[in-house]
């Protein structure tokens, strides 16, 4: 599954996530261990969620504030 010009929006629980950062997941946004299979050189971004909230993820790879969309996708 390859990268997305856009962020991908999750209502999100608590606890402790683990990010697809390499976007060959299966389970996008989650890890699913794909990295290590085909070698991408990436892997997982591990974050805490502290409440129930709506977040913005990355899916185009290019966000200086991971796991978190940037805004870097609309740029030029």
């Known amino acids: 599954m390859a990268y997305e ?3 991908m929006f999750v209502d999100e629980s608590p606890g402790i996530k683990n990010y697809c ?7 996008k946004p989650y890890c699913d261990g794909s990295h290590s299979a085909k070698a991408t050189g990436k892997s ?13 993820l990355c ?7 991971s796991p978190m969309c940037d805004g870097t996708h609309s740029k030029s």
């Open 44 to 56: 997982p971004k591990e974050f805490i969620v502290d409440e129930a909230r709506r977040l913005a």
């Open 59 to 65: 899916d185009c790879g290019k966000t200086g504030k």
């Open 21 to 27: 950062t390499c976007g060959e997941s299966a389970k």
């Open 5 to 7: 010009n856009s962020p």
